[in-house]
């Protein structure tokens, strides 16, 4: 069912805008056909999922206006998992970013990035522990973790565990897992805020928080909003720190780990927002980075198990067919971009229960109202920032999605015994 389901949303008729052409000749909205055609969603199909992509057609828009202006074949694509959802980042948001996929304008050897997609190095530390700690015990851990000066790197930590949504899990391992785990799990998920601006490390992640980033990027002008990018030298310096970034984001969820649980095992640690190449960016999804054997977490709501799970290479070329993906790639000169997505879900997503698909896209002023049509079927909603709207996580809908699709192998089960969130 979950298949047929994809393949309506994801088929688009065939269009003469697959092929090469200049951009800058044609009518907005013949440039959002064009961005849409290279949007391969396996998202649920919800009012979230269907918000994600309609933002998102503005945001490979206008970045291929810039690959256009810069002499790169205009070909960005956004790949989603099931989790495909919005941002509730305003400044991603605005810059027409999606989330719970991959991005790419590149093959990963373009000197080109792009910094409208923030990346903070975001992840998860997932551990095993034999007996379940009290909850005021992990209180009075954090608290004394906070009130320690802590180093890594030259650079002072800043604990984030009050932050969006970052918090600590604790589960029970069910019984009947394939895998030999200890009793108790944990996962920490936190970033490295810390680096966001002008640090030892060096220039920052954030554009809006760096000065000597502001000096150093392009700021590209388009009729739907402007680009920052880096290239050349500048994106190297640019991804050499992002590296060093993502080392010090894992270093100090296990020094979290450790200063909280004290001996523990580690299982997993995976970053779920970030760069992985000069060309390609996660937001809210795992990447595969090894042959096979590792485990990645998927945590959906408090009340619901989270499971740990091995991810599986994707997409085949049969699951593409199915998909109605394969041609269009195809014709696109992307395949090869689909047939290594190799990503999954980190969790469930956000979900907006009150309101069923987009009914329009009012654009107006550098900035896009979206309307919405609602469950009960009386008025619209009318917005600009999700981020304002409350929101529900979703369930295990995203997991069998995965698994329908080839993405995960279930190892194991997870039983939640609470959450923590300062």
């Known amino acids: 069912m979950f298949l047929k389901i994809v393949n309506m949303v994801g ?8 092929y090469s052409m200049d951009l800058n000749s044609l009518e907005d909205k013949e440039l959002l056909s064009r961005a849409r055609m290279h949007i391969f969603s396996t998202g649920l199909g919800d009012a979230a999922s269907r918000l994600c992509r309609e933002n998102t057609v503005y945001g490979l828009a206008k970045i291929h206006l810039v690959q256009e202006e810069y002499g790169l074949e ?63 015990s992990i209180i009075k851990s954090l608290y004394e973790l906070e009130s320690r000066e802590h180093v890594i790197e030259g650079v002072p930590v800043e604990w984030d565990f009050n932050v969006g949504n970052h918090f600590i899990d604790i589960f029970r391992t069910a019984q009947g897992s394939s895998l030999t785990l200890p009793e108790y799990i944990f996962i920490i998920h936190s ?47 640019y991804y050499k720190f992002y590296k060093l970034a993502e080392r010090f984001s894992e270093e100090k969820r296990i020094l979290a780990a450790k200063e909280i649980f004290g001996d523990f095992k580690l ?14 960016a996660v937001l809210g999804c795992h990447f595969i980075t090894s042959k096979g054997g590792d485990l990645y977490s998927i945590a959906l709501r408090p009340d619901l198990p989270a499971y740990l799970v091995e991810g599986k290479k994707s997409f085949s070329k049969n699951m593409l067919e199915a998909l109605g993906f394969y041609k269009r790639a195809e014709e696109l000169g ?14 469930g997503g956000y979900s907006f229960p009150d309101m069923v698909a987009v009914k329009e896209v009012i654009s107006t002023h550098n900035q896009r109202y979206f309307v919405m049509e609602l469950q009960n079927e009386l008025g619209y909603k009318i917005f600009s920032n999700p981020g304002e709207l409350q929101f529900i996580y979703r369930g295990r809908h995203v997991v069998v999605a995965s698994i329908e699709l080839e993405l995960i192998e279930l190892k194991a089960k997870l039983i939640p015994e609470y959450v923590l969130k300062i």
């Open 11 to 18: 088929l688009l008729p065939v269009s003469l805008y697959y």
């Open 74 to 136: 205009p070909s960005a694509t956004f790949i989603s998992t099931p989790d495909e959802t919005v941002t509730r980042n305003l400044d991603r948001w605005m810059n027409g970013v999606g989330y719970g996929g991959k991005f790419s304008w590149g093959e990963g050897s373009d000197k080109i990035i792009f910094l409208d997609f923030k990346p903070n190095c975001c992840g998860a530390l997932v551990g095993g522990i034999e007996d379940l700690p009290n909850p005021r």
């Open 191 to 237: 970033s490295a805020p810390e680096l966001k601006g002008e640090n030892p490390l060096g220039t920052g992640l954030y554009y809006n928080r760096s000065p000597s980033l502001q000096k150093i990027m392009k700021t590209v002008k388009t009729r739907f909003g402007e680009a920052k990018i880096l290239v050349d030298s500048d994106a190297e310096e």
């Open 267 to 280: 299982i997993s640690s995976k970053t779920h927002q970030g760069l992985l190449n000069f060309n390609e």
């Open 334 to 347: 992307v395949l090869k971009r689909l047939l290594s997505f190799n990503c999954l879900p980190h969790g």
